[in-house]
């Protein structure tokens, strides 16, 4: 079993305002990912980092911004929400390439 | 441009037989191919994985076959069971290079069990 943990599960915030969504493994992996999924869609890679002070922008666009200070740790950013923000993120880890995901965050701006 | 392609939105199989899940892919550089099985308001589940020197991989009620030529994979579950409901999702990687580790997600498949 995989652990790889994000929080909030669910976040339903007004237009303007700043959130971080968090993620964090305890399996010691290098690689970490962030996904944006809409319902009946693929999953759309938006950040990943290969280490420590390492991140790249994903095949998708996105306005949000992630950091990678920590191993274990790999926050999301989003600095002002919109309502085209509103989608569920899925955070995943792996040493190889079987990719373990989280829960993941259900965000709806208002 | 759509690399991993699921084109069965849904399928419906009766409990104890055989659900077949099809993938066509299109980039011959993916050497790498993985299932991934989804409830609702859960993260995906790795299920199975084969790599491009082999064209079948089995584990339990699952096999996955992957037929190079034809860009094709498929998984196949037997029996299926009612808790295999979910949504099914293919992905491929590329070895090596700066593509390595990322994974290209298909569309997904929502698989049905009837009791």
């Known amino acids: 079993e995989a652990d790889i943990y994000q929080t909030p599960r669910y976040l339903v915030i007004g237009t303007g305002k700043k959130i971080t969504l968090e993620c964090s493994q305890t399996m010691g992996h290098d690689k970490m990912y962030w996904y944006q999924q809409d319902p009946g869609m693929e999953l759309h890679l938006i950040h990943y980092s290969y280490g420590v002070n390492s991140t790249e922008k994903g095949d998708l666009s996105s306005e949000s911004t992630v950091s990678r200070i920590r191993t274990e740790h790999f926050p999301l950013t989003l600095e002002s929400a919109r309502p085209s923000h509103t989608s569920q993120y899925l955070c995943?880890?792996?040493?190889?390439?079987?990719?373990?995901f989280g829960p993941g965050t259900r965000l709806t701006v208002t | 441009d759509q690399q991993v392609k699921q084109n069965s939105p849904s399928l419906s199989v009766q409990e104890g037989r055989i659900s077949i899940l099809n993938c066509d892919y299109t980039?011959?550089?993916?050497?790498?191919f993985l299932w991934y099985k989804k409830y609702p308001a859960e993260g995906p589940t790795f299920l199975i994985s084969?790599?491009?020197?082999?064209d079948k991989n089995e584990d339990g009620r699952f096999t996955v076959f992957l037929n190079k030529s034809a860009k094709h994979l498929s998984l196949h579950i037997v029996p299926s069971q009612p808790g295999d409901s979910a949504v099914y999702f293919c992905?491929?990687?590329?070895?090596?290079?700066?593509?390595?580790?990322?994974?290209?997600f298909g569309q997904g498949t929502i698989l049905t069990v009837h009791p």
């Open positions: 980039n011959s550089m993916f050497d790498y």
């Open positions: 084969i790599s491009s020197i082999k």
């Open positions: 995943a880890s792996s040493e190889l390439y079987e990719q373990y």
């Open positions: 992905a491929a990687s590329v070895a090596g290079g700066t593509s390595y580790g990322k994974l290209t």
